[in-house]
């Protein structure tokens, strides 16, 4: 793959670009398996970052994203509407009209997107929208906004994907469970992972996902909340080796709800950046056996993301 470029913005202090020359992942994956979570930035040239973006990125293009696709092996890919272009939804809806039917979307609008955009975006290939509620990447939406948006998308058959922080879940959990469609969970809420995986803050992710069976959760980016590592790099097989309860017992316990992603470019990550390769070695660590692998990779995206 070619190399990350700033393209015509400067990126954020510190930024780390996505790492080039990946390598083949050993876990061979299930034939139409799906990265269910990833991102294109701009690139910034063609498509400008949001300006109440809290980020400026490096450039992640749909040709080096479809590239990192066929390299590892999935067969398609759910792409997510990054916070650094806000609710211009033009990367993405470019990225889904280039993919020949290999990609699937999920949104960011607002309040005052019309019916007629909705549908321009269906037809492309979006199938949800995403609510933020990480403080660092977004302002603020009022809740009814939220809400008024939910039940409109729900006339297409779209879900909502929500990104919280562990701590913040107890807020959240009467918007959460009022939601009208299935509701996806990315990075498992982010658990903290040096507390215990049967203490009370994870117990409360698994009961909002037991007592709810719209709720759906992404066991993704073990790079982001592993705190002891190893990190997926120089070969590491048993990479990130703390988050592995978490993601397994969500496996284990909802086999039909879980979803996985590279998350590529992997946005904001301060310490390292991973070898994607690796990071697909980590999936038989988090979901031992073929059956468990089909439902996370090939059944449940494709139920989810290509059943119209
Ligand atoms: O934790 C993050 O920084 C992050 C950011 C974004 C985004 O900016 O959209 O998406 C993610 O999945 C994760």
New binding site residues.
Partial sequence: MSKPTSGDFTKTAGWLDWYSGPSKPRFQLPAGAVDA?C?VFGPGAEFPYAPERKYTPCDASKAQLFALRDHLGFEKNVI?????HGADNRALVDALQSSKGKARGVATVKRSVSDAEIQAMHDAGVRGVRFNF?KR?VDFTPKDELMEIAARIKAWGWHVVI?FEAVDLPELWDFFTALPTTVVV??MGRPDVALPVDGPQFALFQKFMREHSNVWSKVSCPE?LSVTGPKALDGEQNAYQDVIPFAKAIVEEFPDRVLWGT?WPH??LKDHMPDDGLLVDFIPHIAPTAELQRKLLVDNPNRLYWNS
Wanted: charged residues 20%.
């Fill in positions: 979570h991102h997510v509407q990054a916070t650094c990480v990447l990104y990315d990075h982001r998350d946005p904001n």
